[in-house]
Structure formats: C-alpha cells, structure tokens
C-alpha cells in the first residue's frame, strides 16, 4: 500500500509579517526552519520513508523539502522542482499587507478571495514586477499557461496535469511520496483526493509543516487518512 504525503512548508517571512505571498519568493522564517525540522523528525519517528519527493520552484517550499530529507537522512531520494507546484497565484494582492488588503477593498471581499473556489483577485499587469513571465525561472512555461490572477479553482486546474502525469503514476508503482508545496496547492490536492466540493473546500485549513498523511490501496483509493499531531517546535524530540 503507497503512502503520500502532503506537507505545507514551514511559517515564511511573510506569513510571520501577515502578507499575502503567492509566487514572490521569499524563504523561510527562523520558526519555519524549525518547524520543517520537526515534520521531518515526526515522519520519522512514524517510521516513515519515501521513494521520491516532488516541491515547487519557491525557495520556502524547497528549502523545508530540503531540512525535512536532511532530518530522515533521505538526502539521497529524487526531489522535482515544478512551478505547477507554486502556491496561488494572488496577482496585485501580492505582497499587500493583509490588513491593508481588508481596509481597501473590506473583509467580507477579501475572504472570499482568499477561500472561496472561484473568487480571482485583480490581476497584475504584464510589466508588473510580480508577472511570472518576467522571471527567468519561467521561461521554458507557454506565456499562455503563466497566471496574472488565480482562483483555487485556477490552481486545481494547474496542479492536476502534474498530479496525473508524475505523482499519481509514482503512488500506482506502489512508491511512498512527499508532496512538500503550499497551502492552497495542498487544498487543491485534497479537494481532488477527497472529492470534496467547491462549497465545503472553503472550510479547508492546512497549516505550516504538518504532515497529512494518506494510504493508497491499488486502486488509488483511499484507505487511510492522518495528520501525524501538531509537529510544533519545541516538540518532544528524542
């Protein structure tokens, strides 16, 4: 039976300061690097291991994927960078106070941007600073497939193709996988695995680096499902 595993990164810079994130790469806060430490204690203390890890191409994504393998002494595995990965892409919301966001455009507003399925924020601009096509880390994506605006429904539609051309055919040959990504291309993944619907997927929280953990029968159904506790810092490491 597969396992797989989906883990937020750990608390970054800008979850600390409360700013809405998306693509801009920013790393992890010093909490963050141990909160990345003690889900890759935790998953091993399970007696859990992986065949192969899949990350995005954000710095606080791939720098948690890299403390959680150093801390199972799985440094060793496959581990894929893929932008399909990144967080939601929240366009002119990017790097905005959140606070701030709530005093222009109210609450209610920006919490249907933030967790309803549909909802898009304003887009950027293609000379924005924050456009995706700017950044060289992009340039072999179609410009047709780079966002200026995402909705959770947007980001399910971009995680899938990779989810079923490269992490499910890894779980069917029976493989464990880590999934280390972000909030809302976790709940994407869920939504997708769950079946959940589009009403119910807004009650969704994922939180920083605490491992979901599901077990896959040969039919990639789900047979088993977990969170491995609150992998907190200050945890009860051995």
């Known amino acids: 039976m597969a396992k797989l595993v989906l883990l937020r990164h750990g608390q970054s810079i800008f979850n600390l300061e409360g700013r809405f994130t998306g693509w801009l790469d920013i790393d992890l806060s010093e909490r963050g690097k141990a909160e990345a430490g003690e889900a890759g204690w935790l998953m091993k203390s399970h007696g859990l291991t992986f065949d192969i890890a899949f990350t995005s191409v954000l710095k ?43 005093r222009r455009y109210g609450s209610a507003q920006v919490q249907r941007w933030r967790r309803g ?16 096509g700017l950044d060289g ?7 047709s ?3 200026k605006t995402e909705s959770l429904q947007d980001t399910q539609e971009r995680v899938l193709p ?21 909030g809302n291309t976790i709940r994407a993944l869920v939504k997708h695995l769950e079946n959940i619907s589009d009403q ?3 009650k969704v929280e994922i939180g ?15 047979a088993g499902r977990s969170y491995l506790g609150s992998a907190q810092v200050g945890g009860k490491r051995g």
């Open 60 to 102: 606080r994504a791939i720098r948690t994927l890299w403390i959680v393998l150093d801390e199972m002494d799985l440094m060793w595995i496959p581990a894929l960078p893929c932008w399909r990965l990144n967080e939601r892409f929240y366009g002119a919301l990017e790097g905005k106070s959140k606070q701030e966001t709530e």
């Open 117 to 132: 399925f549909c909802e898009r924020p304003p887009a950027v601009a293609a000379d924005d600073d924050r456009y995706p």
């Open 162 to 182: 990779f989810w079923q051309a490269l992490i499910g055919p890894e779980l069917e040959k029976g493989k464990n996988v880590l999934v280390v990504s972000h």
């Open 200 to 202: 119910e997927i807004e």
């Open 137 to 143: 880390r992009y340039r072999d994506v179609p410009e």
């Open 208 to 222: 920083t680096a605490v491992p979901l953990v599901y077990e896959l029968d040969d039919q990639m159904h789900i």
């Open 145 to 147: 497939l780079l966002p």
